[in-house]
Each structure stands twice: as structure tokens, then as C-alpha cells.
């Protein structure tokens, strides 16, 4: 009987762990649709908010560390069960990331205040966040059903948003060719393309991790990157 009643507690630290996670992951893909919408509406009051908001996304990192401890020391999981536990750690993580990158590009908002570019150099960078949503909701589903096919999906569709980031850099790049007053804003705008680029490899990083949680294996495969060669000076873009 106290066996049962250990694992039913175990089973609850589980299903804890796997909520807050979600929770998370909702949270990131609102901040990264809100960004990016402030962006092209030139709303400083909602990049603000998304500024503000990226607080409560770290909190439940916090909490998912410390409960993901607590459940490690009190029932010294084994196998799967350990896999669980070290998965939701290593997702909480990209998830915080995810959430800092969306706050970066909420600053870029406030910080270009009225010099905003045309609508047309904000459809590019409004594509690949589609893209990088699209990326993030499939892969919490993912998680969520421990589906590994969907996982690998994934994985390998990163190429994609590298791909766009490349065709949304030499857009810009033109663009301040043409003008140099244009140079402020288009900076501003690579900066957020290569934030959202980088949220579809922390998606690609959620992948590997799922697919660790039911396989029990790395991937061994090779990552699949578009070409980013064009782009190398902003590889620490938001930090």
C-alpha cells in the first residue's frame, strides 16, 4: 500500500512538472506573437507589456528547477523516469530563452519609438514568426503526447526559418543601400529576425529533447542549418 501511495506521488510530481512546462510554453508563444505584433503595429504600450510579462515566465522556470530537485531527492528516479524529470529542466530552459528573446525584440519597439520602416520589410520577419510558431506549438504537442515523429518533424524543419532570415537579411541589407537614413531601423529589424531565428533553434533544442524523453538516445543525425553565412556579425543578436 505505501508503495502504491510513493508512486501515485511520483506519478503527481510527474504530471506537475509536465504542466508547468506547458504553462510555460504558452506563455512564450504568446510573448513571441505579441512581440513581433508590436513590431509591425508600432505598439510601444504592448511591447511594454511583453516586457513585463517575461517575469512570470521565470518564475515557472524557478519552479520547475526546484520542483524537478526536490522530485530527484525525494524518489531517486531511475531510467524513463529520470528522463522525464531532466527533460522538463532542459525544456524550461529553452522556453526561458525563447521568452528573453521575445522581450529583446519588445525593447527594439520601444527603442525605435517613431522611426518605423515600411510595412513591407515587417512581412518578412512576420513570416518567419509564423514559421517559428507554427515550430513551437507543434513540438510542446509533441511533448505533450510524447509523439517522436512529431518531434523529428521538428528538427528537421529549421532549415526553413534559417532560409527566410537569410531572403529577410539581403532585403534589408538593400534596403539601406538605397538610403542611409533608412540604416537605424533595418539594424533594428535584423536584430529581431536573428532573435527569431533563434527561437526556431531553441524549438529545434525542445526537439531533441523530446525525442531524448522517449527514445532514451541523442540524435545522432546531424542538425539540418540553412545558410546563415550572410549573417555572421549578428550571431550574437540580443544578448
Aim: proline fraction near 3%.
Amino acid at each position: 500500500m505505501n508503495e502504491q501511495h510513493t508512486t501515485k506521488a511520483f506519478d503527481a510530481d510527474l504530471q506537475d512538472l509536465s504542466r508547468m512546462v506547458a504553462e510555460m510554453g504558452g506563455l512564450a508563444e504568446k510573448q513571441v506573437a505579441d512581440a513581433v505584433d508590436a513590431l509591425a503595429k508600432r505598439d510601444t504600450t504592448l511591447a511594454g507589456r511583453v516586457q513585463s510579462a517575461d517575469a512570470a515566465i521565470d518564475a515557472l522556470q524557478q519552479e520547475v528547477e526546484e520542483k524537478s530537485v526536490l522530485t530527484i531527492a525525494r524518489r531517486q528516479p531511475m531510467a524513463v523516469d529520470l528522463r522525464d524529470i531532466v527533460g522538463a529542466l532542459r525544456l524550461a530552459n529553452d522556453l526561458e530563452r525563447i521568452g528573453d528573446l521575445a522581450k529583446n525584440i519588445a525593447k527594439r519597439v520601444i527603442a525605435l519609438n517613431a522611426e518605423f520602416p515600411p510595412p513591407k520589410l515587417i512581412r518578412g520577419v512576420e513570416h518567419m514568426t509564423d514559421l517559428v510558431l507554427e515550430q513551437l506549438k507543434a513540438v510542446l504537442d509533441a511533448y505533450a503526447r510524447r509523439d517522436d515523429s512529431k518531434a523529428m518533424a521538428v528538427w528537421r524543419g529549421d532549415e526553413e526559418i534559417d532560409a527566410v532570415c537569410t531572403s529577410v537579411f539581403r532585403e534589408l541589407l538593400t534596403y539601406m543601400m538605397e538610403d542611409p537614413r533608412n540604416i537605424t531601423f533595418c539594424i533594428h529589424l535584423m536584430f529581431c529576425a536573428k532573435n527569431i531565428e533563434r527561437m526556431g533553434d531553441h524549438a529545434t533544442n525542445i526537439a531533441e529533447t523530446v525525442h531524448y524523453i522517449i527514445d532514451g538516445n541523442p540524435i545522432t543525425e546531424r542538425r539540418p542549418k540553412g545558410d546563415t553565412t550572410t549573417i555572421p556579425a549578428l550571431s550574437g543578436a540580443g544578448n
